[in-house]
């Protein structure tokens, strides 16, 4: 049972480079989540899909775009990537919305110089 | 500003002795959870305590809640060095959303513990 998987596990990019992040979980869960974790801000959330066919932005969606492609992935996509968006994204998911705990993907390590 | 802060931002500890973190918060809750995150991985949840609860238990995990006080405290009783690893509460914050609030949790910045052996 492999959980939350994201894909890659590692990226560097130029700024103004575009970039798709991939998360599939393999739990059934009807919720997903994208957050970013930057050194002493902790975990904020970017976007969030309740269910399939439904996205809501989060605390910091700016520069980002999702797709819930279908029950088992939600993507993440970087569209003019920035030096600021220079962090480790996480994909997490859980049953449903109503704060269950979430199951957390090993992250991507973004660099964007 | 953060829903959820951890206190403190750091302990350093010896093998055998008891870890206590805690964390406040400024909202009304519907509950409230624990994550650790080990070195270059994602969290793992831990447990999860509702509003209506005061203290829960798992394994060598005690949580308690006092919502008067809008904190909460996590002890890791008799620790090993397995435990090393930073420990965040998140909370979900309803007021502070505007239009749909349901799934949105917010992470504290998290308590780094170690464990010496």
């Known amino acids: 049972n492999a959980g939350v998987t994201q894909t890659p596990k590692f990226q560097v990019l130029k700024t103004g480079q575009s970039m798709t992040l991939q998360c599939a979980q393999d739990m059934n869960h009807n919720s997903m989540y994208w957050y970013r974790q930057d050194p002493g801000m902790g975990l904020r959330l970017i976007y969030y899909s309740a269910s399939e066919g439904t996205t809501d932005k989060g605390e910091v969606p700016n520069g980002y775009n999702v797709s819930r492609l279908n029950k088992r992935e939600f993507s993440l996509r970087l569209e003019s990537a920035a030096p600021s968006q220079t962090s480790v994204y996480f994909c997490a998911s859980s049953e449903d919305v109503s704060n269950q705990p979430q199951h957390f993907g090993d992250g991507t390590r973004l660099s964007i110089l | 500003s953060q829903q959820g802060e951890e206190d403190p931002q750091a302990l350093s500890i010896q093998e055998g002795e008891n870890a206590t973190m805690n964390c406040s918060y400024k909202?009304?809750?519907?509950?409230l959870q624990w994550y650790r995150q080990n070195s270059g991985r994602g969290l793992v949840h831990l447990i999860l305590?509702?509003?209506?609860?005061r203290e829960k238990h798992s394994g060598r995990l005690r949580v308690t809640l006092d919502t008067s006080k809008k904190s909460s405290s996590l002890l890791i009783t008799a620790s090993r060095a397995a435990d090393t690893a930073s420990y965040f509460c998140?909370?979900?914050?309803?007021?502070?959303?505007?239009?749909?609030?349901?799934?949105?949790?917010?992470f504290g910045r998290g308590t780094q513990l170690t464990v010496w052996p």
């Open positions: 909202t009304s809750i519907n509950n």
């Open positions: 305590i509702r509003s209506n609860e």
């Open positions: 998140a909370t979900d914050a309803r007021f502070l959303d505007r239009g749909s609030t349901l799934g949105r949790l917010y």
